[in-house]
């Protein structure tokens, strides 16, 4: 039987933390409320992998008992029937669509007026994927356990995205669970689509550009010798051009020293990350990412889009506006978007516009700020989905832009470099043939 810890409350409100051995999860949560305690979170112990087609076969008395640590640990071969038996699934990892099956169908059982654990009931029965089902599992032991699902979600940051938890927890928090998987559908949809686009408009311009680089970078490394002894053979007084000569000094050092330029290329990077993780660092990077020519007016929509779906929820579950922004406001991790929208929450509190701080810096467009001043006199959830709605126009136009200008910031660069081989390699080599330079 596997081993499974569990974090768990006692009736004095004491949390306590502990190991179990047992057939399943469900069972873990019979004995555990057998024993008067109620469990937060179960996790099965993984079998520990010591060798390729071997694992450790480990036992209770092993793990427990202390006058059994010192005992050999034996192996086993590992067959086909005891790695079809065991939680071990390497084809078989999580992909997106999976994620956007399951919110669907969660969100159609919540429409049918299914409770969490029902509905998580029939979601797990109907999952195939091993390691999803992993998952599934954990989240129905978890909210039997009387969790909450986006706390539950938390704990798998890398199935679920952040934005994603965020959009049930509102959900969880307004009433509206269902609207909520509906937008997170559509995040989730949006994202992968999103990400296939530029997937396919940016990877064969970066192989192309590289390609073209390391092709370059060898032909100066053959080519201008060989210009050398062309040179030698006609009897040329004339020496290469320096640009040439150049060229090929910093190609032999780069040989000699590549480990300078990757040392140099490690320390930026770290020195990135170390700067983009304190709060100053993240603030103006997250501003910048809002600036910059074509991908920042993405990123901003993207950023808007999903606040503003958040408030939508929120609003029409009767929530107050200042109650509507602290809440949305979890949708995104944009240090700088949320500076604006606590500026924004502080102005509501006080009587002033809640939509001057967006304006001020120029993060909504005159016609979004119009319509949302018209909506805060009429009906701002109204007017909120209608204003979402041309975003998500807006979003799709800088999509277009951004694959339509990536392949000519490609070319630029090829050009660029395609120019610089022609002056270090290609005119000598004219020059050659030409016998321009022969003494006559």
Do not use: C
Not at 86 to 103: A, E
Not at 116 to 139: H, W
Not at 200 to 221: C, D, E, K, T, Y
Not at 283 to 298: E, N
Request: glycine share 4%; net charge positive; aromatic share 12%.
């Amino acid at each position: 039987m596997p081993d499974y810890k569990y974090r768990a409350i006692l009736r004095d409100g004491k949390i306590i933390r502990g190991k179990i051995l047992a057939v399943n999860k469900h069972q873990v949560i019979t004995k555990l409320k057998e024993a008067k305690i109620q469990p937060i979170v179960i996790k099965k112990i993984k079998i520990a992998k010591v060798d390729t087609g071997r694992f450790i076969k480990r036992t209770a008395k092993t793990k427990y008992n202390p006058q059994y640590l010192k005992q050999k640990i034996t192996f086993k071969k590992l067959l086909f029937s005891d790695l079809k038996d065991s939680n071990f699934h390497p084809f078989s990892g999580i992909k997106q669509k999976d994620v956007i099956s399951f919110v669907n169908n969660l969100y159609i059982l919540k429409k049918a007026n299914f409770n969490n654990i029902q509905a998580l009931k029939s979601l797990y029965e109907g999952t195939e994927n091993p390691a999803f089902k992993d998952v599934v599992e954990d989240l129905l032991v978890g909210v039997e356990a009387g969790e909450r699902l986006n706390v539950v979600m938390s704990n798998y940051p890398h199935v679920f995205a952040t934005m994603f938890i965020n959009f049930v927890k509102v959900g969880e928090e307004s009433g509206t669970l269902d609207t909520a998987l509906l937008y997170a559908r559509d995040y989730l949809e949006s994202s992968m689509k999103l990400k296939k686009q530029i997937k396919s408009a940016l990877i064969p311009r970066v192989l192309q550009f590289f390609g073209i680089m390391i092709a370059m970078f060898v032909a100066l490394i053959i080519g201008v010798p060989l210009l050398k002894t062309v040179y030698a053979t006609f009897g040329s007084k004339q020496t290469l051009p320096a640009a040439t000569l150049a060229a090929l000094d910093v190609a032999n050092w780069l040989i000699a020293n590549w480990y300078a330029p990757l040392i140099v290329v490690i320390l930026l990077g770290l020195g990135f990350v170390t700067w983009v993780n304190t709060p100053k660092g993240r603030y103006t990077w997250d501003k910048l990412l809002m600036k910059f020519p074509v991908v920042g007016k993405l990123n901003t929509n993207i950023t808007i889009s999903k606040f503003f779906q958040a408030m939508l929820l929120n609003l029409k579950n009767g929530m107050r506006i200042q109650e509507s922004i602290d809440v949305s406001k979890e949708v995104t991790s944009n240090y700088y978007f949320l500076s604006l929208v606590e500026v924004a929450k502080s102005n509501s509190l006080t009587g002033e516009s809640w939509i001057t701080p967006f304006e001020d810096s120029h993060i909504f467009k005159p016609m979004v700020s119009e319509m949302l001043s018209i909506g805060m006199k009429t009906n701002l959830a109204e007017m909120m989905e209608k204003v979402n709605e041309y975003i998500i126009m807006e979003i799709d136009e800088s999509i277009s832009r951004f694959v339509k200008w990536l392949p000519d910031i490609t070319y630029l660069f090829v050009g660029v470099a395609l120019i610089g081989f022609m002056i270090v390699v290609m005119i000598p080599l004219i020059q050659v043939y030409m016998g321009s330079f022969i003494t006559m």
